[in-house]
């Protein structure tokens, strides 16, 4: 079920990175991606939007329960000359502490035209184990 | 206020030499910018926000639409004016889900620009790449630049 909202769209100027967050060897920008995250019963949901991020760039990890996700960009305006430039182009990253059991090995990824989504499972809880005893 | 003599230019002596050095300074930055590299933050305050570009023989318009559906984006051209319109909608999102963070906007947008030079508008074509509009515009034979080659005599 999509819902449509009546609501209008204002151009928001991208969050830069803060320093000191993650080392940045080359000249392009990176800029902190906008998030929604959602949590039900299967699990944890974060969807990032990435603009101008293809499968290639990527590089997602879950360690000591943070995620990392990091997005270059491709820069495909590379020989034209730029006559305005209203937004600026750059890398995404960012990263959030996980909590809860989460089950590493089934953590799965999906972009599609910009938008990251990154399904985190839970680990199914504990079954209470009865034992039967039998009597010797 | 003490008075201020006024001169020609229009501006009382201590504004004039301001207006001066802010003149200078923007010349200065302008320069290192690159000449006509002009970095317009915002300026209209519409959505989407929008870069030109161009080579040769195009223009380039790009724009960041995440999320957007390729049929969900209109797209015209009438004399100088190119306008895009649509809507970014929510996600599926399980009802029973507990929202952590709520940062992605969706609604609808309209922008209107206005072309700096002349196009083909009926050569125009539009991508959308990894949530990024790419409008290409050729330029008409008019706005394009030509060689003129200099005879030697």
Known sequence: ?136 | MAFLPIFGRGFPVPFWELEKMRSHMENVYNALAGGINHFRRNYTGVFPLVNTLEDDDNLYLTAELPGLAADQLELAIKGDTLTLKGAKVADNVDANANHHRREREVGSFSRSLTLPIKVKAEEVGAVFKNGVLTITLPKAAEAKARQIVVQAQ
């Open chain 1, 1 to 136: 079920m999509t819902q449509l909202t009546n609501q209008e769209l204002s151009p928001k100027e991208k969050r830069p990175l803060e320093t000191g967050v993650a080392e940045n060897a080359s000249s392009t920008p990176q800029f902190s991606p906008q998030v929604d995250i959602w949590e039900n019963d299967q699990g944890l949901t974060v969807v990032a939007d990435m603009p101008g991020v293809a499968v290639e760039g990527l590089n997602i990890d879950l360690n000591d329960n943070v995620l990392t996700i990091h997005g270059q960009v491709s820069l495909p305006n590379v020989g034209r000359k730029v006559l305005t430039q209203e937004y600026e182009i750059g890398d995404f990253y960012r990263q959030f502490k996980v909590a809860g059991e989460i089950d590493k090995e089934a953590i799965a990824a999906t972009i599609k035209d910009g938008v990251l989504t990154v399904t985190l499972p839970k680990l199914a809880p504990a079954q209470p184990r009865k034992i039967v005893v039998v009597s010797a």
